[in-house]
Nanobody
Framework: QVQLVESGGGLVQAGGSLRLSCAAS????????MGWYRQASGKSRELVGI??????TYADSVKGRFTISRDSAKNTMYVEMNSLKPEDTAVYYC?????????WGKGILVTVSS
C-alpha cells in the first residue's frame, strides 16, 4: 500500500525558511513523478512544483524561492522553502503518480507570520 507522510511544517516568520519532507512507502520517489501542492484557507489547491525524471518545475509564485529534491536512499521528497511570505501560508500536500494512479498525503500546515 502507498503511504505519503508529510513532516516539517509549523510556524515561521516572514523571510524565514522551512523544509518539508514527504516520506514515501510502497512507491518510489525516484521512479515516479512527485509533486507538492498547497491549499490556503478558502482557496483551491494549487501546484507548488513537481519533480519527474531529471526535471523540476515550479509555480511562478514560488520560483526562485522553493527547491524540490529527493533522496532515493531515504525514499523521501523534500521542498526547501526560503524567503517565506505570509501568502505561502497553506496546507501543503505531497503527491505521487504511478501509471494511472495518483496518491496524496494528508497534508501539513505551514504558517508564515508577518
Amino acid at each position: 500500500q502507498v503511504q505519503l507522510v508529510e513532516s516539517g511544517g509549523g510556524l515561521v516568520q516572514a523571510g524565514g525558511s522551512l523544509r518539508l519532507s514527504c516520506a514515501a512507502s510502497g512507491i518510489s520517489v525516484s521512479l515516479n513523478a512527485m509533486g507538492w501542492y498547497r491549499q490556503a484557507s478558502g482557496k483551491s489547491r494549487e501546484l507548488v512544483g513537481i519533480i519527474s525524471g531529471g526535471s523540476t518545475t515550479y509555480a511562478d509564485s514560488v520560483k526562485g524561492r522553493f527547491t524540490i529534491s529527493r533522496d532515493s536512499a531515504k525514499n523521501t521528497m523534500y521542498v526547501e522553502m526560503n524567503s517565506l511570505k505570509p501568502e505561502d501560508t497553506a496546507v501543503y500536500y505531497c503527491s505521487a503518480r504511478r501509471g494511472p494512479m495518483t496518491y496524496w498525503g494528508k497534508g501539513i500546515l505551514v504558517t508564515v507570520s508577518s
